[in-house]
């Protein structure tokens, strides 16, 4: 009921610059002062970046075999009118937030080895390709133990080494259960990412270094992922966000 009056009381507030392209594009802010910014469907609210430390980052599509044109929260809010019509238009848009200060990202406290979430707004080419291997990952995970945090591990001894675990959310059998994917690397990256109806919502976690032979911390991983989905669904306004797989 919450999500539903926020909505509500967005769509009230909601300039037309936000429903089409305007002669003059402007940023408007809500009551709390962050900026509301229309990502092709999703709209973000972002706070204000600090001079030095731009750490909110878009990147819209291009033509194929040409980087994603990129720019900060600052650039955006600088020149609405260069910027704001191609988060509307392009084939996908997406935002980006790392660590503003230690344990901070967009003003909301995180979990120590959160180090960044993201959405991305149209067709993630890149996550969709991902699903064959996830419900891969699913069904090894089916037959495997959990350990005393409930995570399933899958090792990938390849060069380089990585690891997934797999966690079932649901109680009872397995087979209908909702799971998350938990993907990391050998440096001790783990990202946590999924996509549906046209929004891929992710968050990147640093669980141990794996260079000086420490393993991943399995033990935090539940409140890490709680704690970078809190960011999301403040970040995302008339989206609701779930990162669990189906």
Known sequence: MQFVHRVALLIFLMPMNL?????GEEIPRL???????QVKDVL???PEEEPTRRMTTFDVSTPPGKSPFEFTLTDLVGDPNRYAPRLR?????SVRASPTRPREILGEEVMKGVIGVGVVSGLDTNCEAWLPQWARYREVAMGLPADQYGWTRQDDHRNPPTSTFVKFLDQG???KSRYYPLNCDFSGGCLLKACRDGLTAWIRIYSSNKGQGEDYSVKDFDQQIASGIKVLERMVVNRPIDLAHH
């Open 19 to 23: 429903i089409g392209p305007a002669l």
């Open 31 to 37: 009551p709390d002062g962050r900026y509301l910014v």
């Open 44 to 46: 973000i609210a972002l």
């Open 89 to 93: 238009s392009s084939d996908w848009s």
């Open 173 to 175: 059998e397995r087979l």
